[in-house]
């Protein structure tokens, strides 16, 4: 099926990877770091940029455990570090959906209480549900009546609470739905990441677009994201920095503008050796089966009317005389001519 945002087509079996850059609270509450982010992610090539919208006492209890790393994010309850980073509102996130288009990047932020969910409906093309909110099946409810393109992270999730939220979004008469692979764990270890899911679930969900949000700390050669697009991810989200540096619970384990550059580039590589899917000789080969195959060669001087024996025979490039496969049909032939050692042998000389 087809998956639209923004009159950008997304496939299960295209060529085209559709790029999030999650910026989520990255930009500390400054709108100019904010607008910067946005700007460097569209030079950069990602197809969009995604914020979170929260205010932490809508989000979490004062009594909410941390549980992530905390040598990287030192906050000991998720309030807290809610806290730090819910100063944007709807004000701030029109300014930033007009940048976007300025940009030429497509804004999204992922909302995280009904109100904020009503007022990003109006600025953005599609939402992006948090993995934690699969099972928050009101939240679902509401966004998925808005008829706009619904990304849902499954991290953490089984497939029968993958098929309930689901069954909850289609309910709303919104079968626009995509699928991430997500491994709810901050950073996500490379052993941890089990990138097969991603064929599982399109497996699973043939009518849908499956893809994947990766919280791996990133290699030069951005390896795991890459390899999830291999595996068939058409939407893959990764958060975003302008500087891994940084203190914070998503600095570090982020990819920043240059590893957009590389995994972009990966992506252009990747296309371009897929090529064709029927195996049949290429054009560009036709001077490697002419010169680069063998063919029957006398292996010693071989006068007229004699009868050829396979010792006379030996195969040599290049391949414009008779194939050795045909070795059988030569043997026991009479030659015509006079013919010398080292000699590409052809049918017109028997």
């Not at 009594?63 to 944007?88: I, R, V």
């Not at 940084?246 to 957009?260: K, Q, R, S, V």
């Not at 071989?302 to 391949?319: F, N, Q, Y």
């Amino acid at each position: 099926m087809e998956f639209t945002i923004n009159n950008q087509t997304i496939t299960r079996d295209g060529d085209f990877v559709y790029l999030i850059a999650e910026a989520g609270v990255n930009h500390g509450g400054d709108i100019n770091v904010a607008k910067e982010m946005i700007k460097k992610a569209a030079e950069a090539g990602a197809d969009a940029i995604k914020f979170q919208t929260y205010k932490a006492e809508k989000l979490a209890s004062k009594n909410s455990p941390a549980y992530w790393d905390q040598t990287k994010e030192k906050s000991n309850s998720q309030y807290e570090l809610f806290k730090k980073y819910d100063f944007f509102w709807e004000e701030e996130y029109n300014e930033l959906a007009n940048y976007c288009k300025e940009c030429g990047i497509d804004f999204m932020s992922t909302p995280f209480d009904s109100e904020s969910a009503e007022f990003l409906n109006k600025i953005m093309p599609a939402f992006k549900i948090a993995s934690a909110d699969l099972t928050n099946h009101p939240f679902l409810k509401q966004i998925a009546s808005y008829d706009k393109p619904v990304i849902l992270s499954t991290g953490a999730s089984t497939i029968g609470e993958i098929d309930e939220a689901v069954k909850v979004i289609e309910s709303q008469g919104n079968s626009k739905i995509a699928l991430l692979h997500c491994v709810l764990s901050y950073p996500t270890k490379d052993q941890d990441a089990h990138l097969n899911m991603i064929k599982h679930l399109k497996e699973i969900y043939p009518q849908y677009v499956v893809g994947y949000s990766d919280h791996t700390v990133p290699d030069p050669a951005l390896v795991t994201i890459t390899t999830s697009a291999f595996l068939g991810a058409k939407i893959i989200e990764k958060h975003y920095t302008l500087d891994k540096t940084l203190e914070g619970n998503d600095h570090y384990h982020a990819m920043d503008p240059e590893d957009i550059k590389v995994f972009k580039n990966n992506m252009k590589i990747y296309n371009q050796i897929l090529g064709q899917y029927n195996k049949e000789p290429l054009e560009s080969e036709k001077q490697a089966i002419k010169f680069a195959r063998r063919s029957l060669v006398a292996a010693t001087d071989i006068e007229a009317g004699t009868e050829v024996t396979k010792d006379m025979l030996t195969w040599k490039r290049p391949g414009t005389g008779i194939s050795p496969k045909n070795i059988d049909l030569v043997i026991g032939r009479k030659v015509l001519v006079d013919i010398k050692e080292d000699d590409i042998l052809t049918w017109e000389v028997f």
